[in-house]
């Protein structure tokens, strides 16, 4: 059952009152401050612009801890060579519009809709949402986007034009965040792709327990815009 919210509200039902599929809410106001409310306690929209506005609690939670990363032997010579080049911050929009024309297996559609983008180009202003580009001779060929609350950083979406440049610029956004005392990236559900990087799954009670805590971190909120480096 998912609980009516009205356009005016501004706040949202305890995350741990949703399904047990993750659904919460449907309706309220998409809007930054709705968006930064809804992601502090870990829901997030998932719907399309064709659809109500849907608000999800996916539980148990697929994380990533930071100092479980993963990097295969096969990806060594990619991080420690020069073929590929990173950024973050540099290229927001373009990130946002490869990641909602990427096609996904059996998923129709996106939702990544035009409203839901301008709420996040909004953030990328004020120093929220947050992506990372991968380059290759000078072209966008990866990335990915996210939102950056406190200590935990909710990803979004990822793609790659080329083999493995999605992996190679999560791999460097993870370090680049525990180097600077992020706790958690929050995956939100699981895939092959993120377990094989270390992404775990963790019970509701203990992802509601962190985000509790999450609360009163400041946020690292601006852009980073920085050039990557790529030996490890």
């Known amino acids: 059952m998912a609980y009516f919210l009205p356009t005016e509200v501004d ?99 996106t939702w990544i809709f035009e409203e839901l983008q301008e709420v996040f180009y909004d953030l990328h202003e004020q120093g929220y949402a947050h992506s990372v580009e991968v380059w290759e001779d000078g072209k966008l060929i990866g990335g990915l986007y996210g939102l ?30 525990k180097e600077r005392g992020f706790w958690m990236i929050d995956c939100q559900q699981e895939t092959k792709h993120l377990v094989s990087l270390g992404a775990e799954m963790i019970s509701s009670a203990s992802f509601y327990g962190t985000l509790k805590k999450n609360i009163f971190q400041p946020s690292f909120q601006r852009k980073w815009t920085v050039e990557g480096t790529t030996s490890i």
């Open 11 to 109: 706040f949202f039902p305890h995350p741990l009152l949703a399904d047990e599929d993750g659904l919460l809410a449907m309706g309220a106001r998409l809007s930054s401050d709705t968006l930064l409310l809804a992601y502090q306690f870990g829901i997030f929209p998932w719907t399309t612009a064709e659809q109500p506005l849907y608000w999800y609690y996916t539980h148990p939670r697929c994380v990533l801890m930071p100092d479980k990363l993963k990097i295969s032997r096969s990806m060594r010579p990619l991080l420690n060579g020069n073929r590929f080049t990173w950024t973050i911050d540099t290229a927001f929009r373009e990130v946002m519009h490869h990641c909602k024309h990427t096609s996904r297996s059996g998923q129709e559609g």
């Open 148 to 177: 950056a609350l406190g200590r935990i950083f909710f990803g979004e979406s990822m793609f790659a034009k080329v083999s493995n440049a999605s992996k190679f610029g999560f791999i460097q956004l993870v370090r680049w965040l």
